[in-house]
């Protein structure tokens, strides 16, 4: 299974940008299929191994509920971003 994330909001602030990111799996275990799953392993819908990227975020995007999200803290520090904290 592979860790992959979806940039699901960014808003700037004054030190820089929150984004949030959801976090999903991607189950290559089948011959003809890709399973989405939760990080509970829970399968939450299946492409084809020929389908885009995009119809896996599709997926994601129209069962975010069902993910975890988590908000990533980026701030500007001489013109270059810099982790400042992630949070559940």
Known sequence: ??????????E????????E??????????ENSV?????Q???IGRV??????TKMQEIVKNNIDRFSKKK????TENDKLIVQKVEK
Request: net charge negative.
């Open 1 to 10: 299974m592979e860790d992959s994330f979806l940039l699901n909001n960014i």
């Open 12 to 19: 700037k602030n004054k030190e820089g940008y929150v984004v």
């Open 21 to 30: 990111i959801v976090e999903y799996l991607e189950d290559y275990s089948e």
């Open 35 to 39: 399973i989405i799953r939760n990080l």
């Open 41 to 43: 392993e829970e399968e």
């Open 48 to 53: 084809g191994t020929n389908d885009s990227e």
């Open 72 to 75: 990533v803290y980026l701030k």
